[in-house]
């Protein structure tokens, strides 16, 4: 069963600044989503640059186990930011273009 959490506007306000800060990024920075919206991730990938002016790039699921796909995906598209889990990741990078799938 999923299980939700309540958080208030002012919450994920002061999240959102932290991380940017944290981050040392700026305004126009892109994010990309290779997870669902739905999970914790997307509160870090979509919220911050939303509200620094950053762009929101949504990776197609198509390609978010392809590693060279999502490869030639970034080489076209690249981006700031990537928040992934590990596991992830790591099944990613065992493709020959795996430096194409690290953000900037």
């Known amino acids: 069963i999923p299980k939700g959490v309540c958080i208030g506007s ?3 306000l002061n999240y959102s600044k932290a991380v940017w800060k944290r981050m040392n990024l700026d305004a126009g920075d892109s994010f ?3 997870s669902s919206i739905a999970a914790d991730l997307g509160n870090t990938m979509i919220f911050p640059p939303l509200i620094h002016q950053g762009e929101v790039v949504i990776v197609p699921e198509d390609l978010t186990t392809d590693a060279s796909l999502l490869a030639q995906w970034f080489e076209s598209s690249p981006v700031d930011c990537l928040k992934i889990v590990p596991s992830h990741i790591q099944s ?3 493709s020959s273009r795996a430096g194409s799938l690290l953000p900037k």
């Open 10 to 12: 002012d919450q994920l």
């Open 32 to 34: 990309a989503i290779i």
């Open 92 to 94: 990613l990078l065992h």
